[in-house]
């Protein structure tokens, strides 16, 4: 991420800058525009004892314009909605990002926003969830660290928070 102060291309995941020590999370957060889930895809998520933080979680899907921030409440599956089949919704639908054709699962995997640090784990995806090039097993927990690179399929995001 670039630096707005100084201009410094930071490295991946690091959330203050390492030249000027700018707060590059609050910058995230300002470019995330809040959208309204449709009643029908609202859920109810259990608040964790546990939780760190009250920032969101920031998802950059690559090459989109908008990344997506997620509260750090409960477990949500992130996947791809069935245009034929609505009968299996994701938390967080992917289908806008491509995910049909880079071959993201219906639900490909579930993030625990609600930890520290968050965790996701494969739900037995057909093409295989990695995180910073390393195969995850199905069902597996991963812990991750801000700035990590998931794939799911070959959908590439980013997922960044702060402690």
């Not at 920031?58 to 034929?84: F, H």
């Amino acid at each position: 991420m670039k630096c707005p102060i100084c201009e410094t291309e930071n490295r991946p995941g690091v959330i203050v800058c390492e030249n000027c020590h700018s707060d590059l999370y609050t910058v995230l957060l300002e470019q995330v525009s809040t959208k309204q889930l449709d009643k029908d895809r609202e859920r109810s998520l259990q608040i964790s004892k546990t939780m760190p933080s009250s920032n969101p979680i920031v998802i950059y899907v690559r090459n989109a314009d908008e990344p997506i921030a997620i509260s750090r409440k409960g477990q949500l599956t992130i996947g791809r909605m069935d245009v034929d089949d609505k009968t299996v919704v994701p938390d967080i639908d992917l289908e806008t990002h491509d995910a049909h054709d880079l071959g993201v699962s219906r639900q490909h995997i579930e993030l625990d926003a609600g930890t520290h640090p968050p965790t996701i784990s494969d739900l037995g995806s057909y093409n295989g969830t990695f995180v910073n090039g390393q195969k995850l097993n199905p069902h597996e927990t991963f812990m991750l660290t801000s700035g990590d690179e998931v794939r799911l399929g070959r959908l590439i995001i980013r997922l960044f928070y702060d402690a």
